[in-house]
């Protein structure tokens, strides 16, 4: 069975200080795609990044930076010296290739909370 | 470029009444999603569509929801007779094409009394 755990239900950080999310997924599929997603106030669902199972490269996009490791079958997300506007509720996704649907599985979503 | 657009933002609505949102996708995206969001909780997709044709329906709950999306553009999604536990947020997201990166829209906040 496909599924996303978030274990980290709320994280509460100083301005400037390092913070990692934590992602762990299950799947049976050879052929795979994580996401990251925000999630302000505001509702809207914000993507950030896509990362295909068969890529196990690490990105680093500005202050943020991913850690994808299959042996442990996790996909952590840091952000470095975060800010204020860095405050929302972070999901991480996983998508199966190869079938009829291309759903999202969400994991419950750590909310951070950058303190000034 | 214009995102997904949503509305109403906000419903409230009494149980068994009927309630019906909309969704405009982003142009030229083929796929699109409506996943309903309970609230401390994760998304969970109801319903996709691969142009107007139905991918994944498998967990709409078909007795009272109920989606289309004709010529392929924009879509409704609709609760008849809504029930308490139907009180989410309603979230419609578009893609170019399958398993490609999917944007959402600001969701329909849902509040059954």
């Known amino acids: 069975a496909q599924k996303v755990t978030q274990a980290q239900t709320e994280i509460s950080v100083v301005e400037k200080e390092d913070v990692t999310l934590d992602c762990v997924y299950e799947?049976?599929?050879?052929?795979?795609?994580l996401f990251w997603y925000k999630q302000p106030p505001s509702g809207e669902l914000v993507f950030l990044i896509r990362?295909?199972?068969?890529?196990?490269q690490n990105e680093i996009s500005g202050r943020y930076s991913w850690n994808f490791q299959k042996s442990t079958s996790s996909f952590n997300f840091t952000i470095t010296a975060s800010q204020v506007v860095d405050s929302a509720v972070y999901f991480c996704?996983?998508?199966?290739?190869?079938?009829?649907?291309?759903?999202?599985?969400f994991g419950t979503g750590t909310r951070l909370q950058v303190f000034p | 470029e214009a995102g997904v657009a949503q509305s109403p933002r906000y419903k409230i609505i009494e149980k068994r009444q009927s309630v019906a949102f909309w969704c405009n996708p982003i142009?030229?995206?083929?796929?699109l999603y409506w996943y309903q969001q309970i609230l401390g909780q994760g998304p969970k997709l109801l319903i996709q569509?691969?142009?107007?044709?139905?991918?994944?329906d498998s967990q709409l709950p078909k007795d009272r929801f109920s989606a289309e999306r004709l010529k392929g553009v924009d879509s409704t999604l609709k609760i008849q007779p809504a029930k308490l536990e139907d009180s989410a947020v309603y979230l419609c997201?578009?893609?170019?094409?399958?398993?490609?990166?999917?944007?959402f829209g600001q969701g329909t906040r849902l509040t059954v009394v």
């Open positions: 990362r295909n199972s068969f890529d196990e």
């Open positions: 569509f691969q142009n107007n044709g139905v991918v994944d």
């Open positions: 142009s030229g995206h083929a796929t």
């Open positions: 997201a578009s893609s170019y094409n399958r398993n490609t990166e999917a944007f």
């Open positions: 996704a996983l998508s199966e290739g190869g079938r009829n649907t291309d759903k999202l599985i």
């Open positions: 799947t049976r599929d050879t052929t795979y795609y």
